[in-house]
């Protein structure tokens, strides 16, 4: 069984605590559902570190997955507040361990990926080891560390900028990757959204302007992997980065949702925002859902994987 469970289980892992504070305002019993769900894949992702050390140290070999590994430290910064009203040293222990361990990720992967630049190891995913840090800033009011929270929605705006140069030429000059590599696209809809978030969270004073310039520019990239999103699921055959189909999508609805009631309080009412939130997270749950069932199926079920299932 440690052998099923993919390293980008950790990607579902966040999608479902972040999930469960999309969710939240509809039913907290649903959100402690989902912050129990992404503890206990966080639990498989810690018995498949230490039980099969060298297939993770395998999989960080390789560029795609090594970045993916971004999204366990950015879960245990959101599960941070998750655990806070259980213990309030848990919590701040979960913070700071997430914030360091993310922090440490994106000093050896610029050591070793991006100072031996190659186009073709580029990928969406890359988006999660810089831009990812700003999660920190999405949980830093709950531990009065607003101040670190700016710091890292500014580094992760600044980060996304310049990688989405470095995707869009990848994809330009080298193309897609192979067929089941393909939903890591999906995680274009994310750092933008990502953003918001932290920007909404952490940072005041706020700019009306910047945070409608950030939000636009979510929206784009949110309609352009909605265009390309059924071609991703036609291929039904299980494939680790269908990870991709679960925090990108629960964080642009989030943005959007935080966007609305930000305007809302700057005295720019957007009433009109709350159809277009309530369909952004209908779909967050759906590609949640059916993430969290594929990943539950192959690693208990057996269900082999896209490369294998050909």
């Keep these: 069984m440690l052998k099923r469970i993919p390293l980008p289980i950790t990607g579902v892992m966040l999608g479902c605590a972040a999930l469960g504070n999309l969710l939240q305002s509809y039913s907290e019993g649903v959100r402690v559902v989902f912050g ?4 206990l894949l966080g639990v498989l992702f810690l018995v498949k570190l230490f039980g099969d050390f060298e297939s993770v140290k395998k999989d960080m070999e390789n560029p795609m997955l090594a970045s993916i590994s971004g999204t366990f430290p950015m879960a245990l910064l959101l599960l941070a507040a998750y655990a806070k009203p259980l213990s309030a040293g848990l919590g701040v222990a979960l913070w700071w361990v997430g914030l360091l361990l993310h922090v440490c990720l994106i000093v050896w992967f610029t050591v070793k990926y991006v100072a031996h630049f190659n186009l073709k190891q580029v990928f969406p995913s890359w988006y999660i080891v810089y831009v990812g840090i700003a999660a920190a800033s999405v949980s830093a009011p709950a531990f009065g560390m607003e101040g670190i929270g700016t710091v890292c929605f500014w580094f992760g705006l600044v980060t996304f900028a310049l990688i989405t140069v470095a995707v869009i030429a990848r994809y330009a000059k080298v193309g897609e990757p192979p067929v089941p590599a393909r939903p890591v696209f999906c995680i274009m809809t994310a750092p933008a959204s990502l953003c918001v978030a932290a920007y909404v969270q952490s940072v005041t004073p706020k700019s009306q302007a910047l945070l409608v310039c950030v939000e636009v520019v979510a929206t784009v990239l949110f309609v352009v ?15 680790p980065s269908y990870a991709a189909y679960t925090f990108p999508f629960v964080i642009t609805a989030i943005a959007l949702k935080q966007t609305m009631a930000c305007l809302a309080k700057m005295g720019a009412p957007a009433p009109w925002l709350g159809p277009i939130v309530l ?6 749950t759906v590609l949640v859902l059916y993430a969290l069932i594929r990943f539950l199926m192959h690693i208990f079920g057996g269900e082999k994987p896209a490369q294998q299932a050909a």
């Design 279 to 284: 369909i952004e997270t209908i779909v967050a």
């Design 225 to 239: 992997v909605l265009t390309q999103l059924p071609r991703f699921l036609k291929n039904t055959a299980f494939a």
């Design 36 to 39: 129990v769900i992404s503890a």
